[in-house]
């Protein structure tokens, strides 16, 4: 895959009604209008389940598609506004309320991790920061901060020690959703937007990490949605951000145009992972993907090791430095929401099994945590996710380290 072509463009098909769909879908935008048929094909069965574990992955319910409550047929009427049921919510400790699509990452300065915004049970776009060490959770209250927005990018840039967030999809005055481009900064515990001439175009789902190699941020894709014309692109362009400036990189060899791709840096082989995403807006996850390719010194390469055995969009992946690995969990395709954990060492994927684990979900959290270690008895830290073909959604926070999940 790769060659110059820089986005892929394709009309969403009916949107109805509920325009929230959008959020339930993540990336990719509403497949059948509200009241379409009932029935939503072959779907594969869930195996059989051991004692404490979770499926690893949810089928579509015909009468929740994409996230949406469906009415007609055998569906009845759909309640709600605008057509859609709020989801329902999973889980009850104190912490960040219910969510999906919230930006996660471990702030060095700030010493805990650090989460921003998402996706509520109601479709609604949320704009608070949350902090997590010592395995709680504290709101904090900056005295200004980004709009409320979901699927924004996020890195923590050591080299300029403050966390950067791009984009994400946002909310109009009227309480629609329009695509973002802005750039802010998350220091000293307050956030700071900037004024750069020179940046990605408006867009969410983009991938983005901190390239310690090269001691600056990377990130890569992305989707946008014309909210007029329902007309949408994903992108495969590469853009590097550091000193306050982005940089659009020309490379003739890349990964294919996607969203909802994962991406983090490596640092036992010393390069950056992407993996997976959707190829195009449609339906829940248009030509979900389930390639992998690292990025080092300026070029992108793709692995020739078997994948995982799974179309993965909307995917959470974090390094796990303690264990020498990369962590994949859970993702999306047009039909199912997956629970699986794989880790990526220079042998290839390997799945995890093992009990328990987080429920099947879409639109997680995941980030490394060095002093989880101490508290919490793990490393990597998963909040919150989406399962919305059911639908619910979570306020959960699982840890994972040492060979296994612990819900914290």
Known sequence: MGGSVPARRRRIPSWGAAVIAIAAAGLVGLGPAAGMPTAVGNRPSAP???????????????????????SGGACGSAAGSGGATPLLTGGSRAGPSARYGAAEVYDSGLGALLL?????ATGGL????????GGHWTQLTPASHPGPRAYAAVAYDAKGG?????????????????????????????????????HP???????????????????????SVNFTSYAGTT????????????????????????????????????????????????????????????FASGTWRRFSFAAPSHEYGLVALANDPANGTVVLFGGADNSTVLGSTWTLDSTGWIRWMGSPSPSAMAGTALAYDPSAAKSTGGAVVLFGGVQPFVPTTFDQTWVFGSGAWKKA
């Open 126 to 133: 949320l704009d608070d920061t949350w902090e997590y060490a």
């Open 116 to 120: 921003f915004g998402g996706i509520n």
């Open 235 to 294: 992108y495969s362009d590469t853009w590097t951000f550091a000193g306050g400036a982005w940089t659009k990189l020309s490379l003739t060899v890349h990964p294919s145009a996607r969203g909802g791709a994962g991406l983090t840096y490596d640092t036992t082989a010393g390069y950056a992972v992407l993996f997976g995403g959707c190829g195009y807006p449609s339906g829940f996850c248009g030509e979900a993907l389930h390639d992998t390719w690292k």
């Open 48 to 70: 059989a389940l051991g004692a404490g574990q979770s499926p690893d992955f949810v089928a579509e319910s015909p009468c929740f598609l994409d996230g949406i409550a469906r």
């Open 201 to 223: 175009v408006a867009r969410y789902g983009m991938a983005m990490t901190y390239d310690s190699s090269a001691m600056e941020v990377l990130a890569f894709g992305g989707v």
């Open 162 to 198: 403050y966390v950067v967030l791009f984009g994400g999809l946002g909310a109009t005055a009227s309480g629609g959703y329009t695509d973002l481009s802005d750039t802010w900064t998350f220091a000293g515990g307050q956030w700071t937007r900037l004024s750069v001439s020179v």
